[in-house]
């Protein structure tokens, strides 16, 4: 890397020209938060074919099942208890469903009282991951108690889900959180290994990237909330807000226009990243090539089936002056994953690991 990590006073005002006046601002909504929230926890796909989804990731990743809930299988990510969840679409359209995030002192009453006060009101309609997330559209709230026949404990295991203004569905759960039974679903069996060895190695979750109808709100809607701090900007006004460690949320508003990777609906979850020890384009290509994911052609439009890609985030949009590689490539639904360095925190350098915070 060399000078690529140094990243100097003119360069940072330069390139990320609105990353000056956020410190501030992002502290005093870290302070005044009722949520405080600690990395990602997981994050559920909804898919075509179950069986056919968890032998791929499998297959790609080596993830053992670190739980299951009913029809709906968990993938353990690195050393857990994160994780993956593969849950069938049903009737619907595949997608990334829901996002959960770990939260310190985990209660489900205070973190009601804390969405009642910003407007988000009680529903019982059950959303189509395996029979959690929840339905009714934008800033509403449902906690789900998980019994015994989808692995929680015999009083339930509570779930809590919220939508926010553009109806995107975030769960809050205990950092220990392992899709298992207790009051705190933590308690899960010894997990269970992967019939494959993997050809890729995970470590963690890195981020996700949400489309909406308007960026700015959304920004402000979740540092309000769970006092997220801005960690980089991808433009002047693309702030990445951490989640803990190097992990960040992404809010891009539009629906996503002028974004390099796959446009989607306003109100979807474009895509999620996970992370690697080593990154190196070059080679995690082959290895995704091997694996019979192909080159995408055409830049334009959605990207199909299993087809990979690179972006090159140039300075302009808080990038390498010569480019930060970012990966992605798509799942058997069409799903979008990207993969980048353990390091990798939204910022510039060419692994993306120089950020303002």
């Given at each position: 890397m060399g000078s690529n990590n140094v990243l100097t006073r003119r360069r940072l005002l330069r390139s990320l020209p609105a990353v000056a006046m956020m410190?501030?601002?992002?502290?005093?909504?870290?302070?005044?938060?009722?949520?405080?929230?600690?990395?990602?926890?997981?994050?559920t796909l909804s898919v075509s074919d179950v069986k056919r989804s968890v032998d791929f990731y499998q297959g790609l990743f080596g993830m053992p099942v670190i739980s299951r809930q009913g029809m709906t299988t968990n993938l353990q990510i690195g050393a857990g208890p994160q994780f993956l969840g593969v849950s069938s679409a049903g009737a619907g359209r595949p997608d990334i469903n829901h996002i959960c995030l770990g939260v310190d002192d985990f209660n489900v009453d205070r973190i009601t009282a804390a969405l009642s006060q910003r407007g988000i009101t009680r529903t019982d309609e059950a959303g189509n991951a395996g029979g959690g997330s929840l339905g009714g559209g934008p800033m509403k709230m449902r906690v789900r108690m998980r019994g015994p026949d989808t692995g929680g404990t015999r009083e339930g295991t509570p779930e809590l889900y919220f939508s926010d203004p553009d109806g995107v569905v975030m769960q809050l759960q205990d950092p220990r959180y392992c899709g298992g039974g207790g009051a705190l679903g933590n308690v899960c069996a010894p997990a269970e290994p992967s019939p494959k060895k993997g050809l890729i190695a995970l470590r963690g979750w890195s981020h996700c990237t949400i489309f909406g109808s308007d960026g700015a709100r959304a920004n402000s809607f979740y540092q309000d909330l769970l006092g997220l701090r801005v960690q980089a900007h991808q433009g002047p006004t693309a702030p990445v807000l951490g989640v803990g460690g190097v992990q960040f949320l992404m809010f891009a508003g539009g629906a996503g226009r002028g974004r390099a990777s796959t446009p989607g609906p306003a109100g979807s979850i474009n895509h999620l990243c996970m992370n690697m020890d080593g990154f190196n384009p070059d080679a995690v290509i082959k290895t995704l090539e091997s694996y019979g994911i192909k080159p995408r052609g055409s830049a334009q439009g959605p990207a199909g089936p299993l087809v990979h890609y690179i972006s090159m985030r140039m300075e302009n949009r808080g990038g390498a002056k010569e480019g930060t590689p970012e990966l992605y490539f798509t799942d058997p639904d069409g799903l979008l994953i990207q993969l980048q360095d353990t390091k990798y925190c939204g910022g510039a350098g060419v692994l993306g690991d120089v950020c303002a915070g």
């Amino acid at each position: 890397m060399g000078s690529n990590n140094v990243l100097t006073r003119r360069r940072l005002l330069r390139s990320l020209p609105a990353v000056a006046m956020m410190p501030l601002a992002s502290r005093a909504f870290a302070q005044t938060a009722p949520i405080r929230v600690r990395g990602i926890n997981h994050v559920t796909l909804s898919v075509s074919d179950v069986k056919r989804s968890v032998d791929f990731y499998q297959g790609l990743f080596g993830m053992p099942v670190i739980s299951r809930q009913g029809m709906t299988t968990n993938l353990q990510i690195g050393a857990g208890p994160q994780f993956l969840g593969v849950s069938s679409a049903g009737a619907g359209r595949p997608d990334i469903n829901h996002i959960c995030l770990g939260v310190d002192d985990f209660n489900v009453d205070r973190i009601t009282a804390a969405l009642s006060q910003r407007g988000i009101t009680r529903t019982d309609e059950a959303g189509n991951a395996g029979g959690g997330s929840l339905g009714g559209g934008p800033m509403k709230m449902r906690v789900r108690m998980r019994g015994p026949d989808t692995g929680g404990t015999r009083e339930g295991t509570p779930e809590l889900y919220f939508s926010d203004p553009d109806g995107v569905v975030m769960q809050l759960q205990d950092p220990r959180y392992c899709g298992g039974g207790g009051a705190l679903g933590n308690v899960c069996a010894p997990a269970e290994p992967s019939p494959k060895k993997g050809l890729i190695a995970l470590r963690g979750w890195s981020h996700c990237t949400i489309f909406g109808s308007d960026g700015a709100r959304a920004n402000s809607f979740y540092q309000d909330l769970l006092g997220l701090r801005v960690q980089a900007h991808q433009g002047p006004t693309a702030p990445v807000l951490g989640v803990g460690g190097v992990q960040f949320l992404m809010f891009a508003g539009g629906a996503g226009r002028g974004r390099a990777s796959t446009p989607g609906p306003a109100g979807s979850i474009n895509h999620l990243c996970m992370n690697m020890d080593g990154f190196n384009p070059d080679a995690v290509i082959k290895t995704l090539e091997s694996y019979g994911i192909k080159p995408r052609g055409s830049a334009q439009g959605p990207a199909g089936p299993l087809v990979h890609y690179i972006s090159m985030r140039m300075e302009n949009r808080g990038g390498a002056k010569e480019g930060t590689p970012e990966l992605y490539f798509t799942d058997p639904d069409g799903l979008l994953i990207q993969l980048q360095d353990t390091k990798y925190c939204g910022g510039a350098g060419v692994l993306g690991d120089v950020c303002a915070g």
